[in-house]
């Protein structure tokens, strides 16, 4: 079966970084698009990330600039390398896989289990 493995999440100061991981598993990584979604307490999930079949990427306004995701099909992961992070920035991220044409809704077919990322001020 489908399994998407997130890694890399802790705490950090304001203005850090952090690198999280997505393995994945169960499925030709390199046919599907790859996102990373985030979901602070108390808020819905939202779009951060995402990277289509053949390396275009796209960001939330709140993150361009400050966040990469890149991916490795030979190794079957996806990253979101999360750089000047601050408070806000405070949410578990999870990766998400879909099919075909890059959406920055939660209209992913699998989802991972989610890292949290805490950043203190």
């Known amino acids: 079966q489908v399994q998407l493995v997130e890694s890399g999440g802790g705490l950090v100061q304001a203005g850090g970084s952090l690198r999280l991981s997505c393995a994945a598993s169960?499925?030709?990584?390199?046919?599907?698009?790859m996102g990373w979604f985030r979901q602070a307490p108390g808020k819905e999930r939202e779009f951060v990330a995402a990277?289509?079949?053949?390396?275009?990427?796209y960001y939330a306004d709140s993150v361009k600039g400050r966040f990469t995701i890149s991916r490795d099909n030979a190794k079957n992961t996806v990253y979101l390398q999360m750089n000047s992070l601050k408070p806000e920035d405070t949410a578990v991220y999870y990766c998400?896989?879909?099919?075909?044409?890059?959406?920055?809704?939660?209209?992913?077919?699998?989802w991972g289990q989610g890292t949290q990322v805490t950043v203190s001020s």
């Open positions: 990277i289509s079949r053949s390396g275009t990427t």
């Open positions: 169960g499925l030709t990584f390199s046919s599907y698009v």
């Open positions: 998400a896989a879909r099919l075909r044409v890059v959406v920055t809704t939660n209209n992913y077919n699998y």
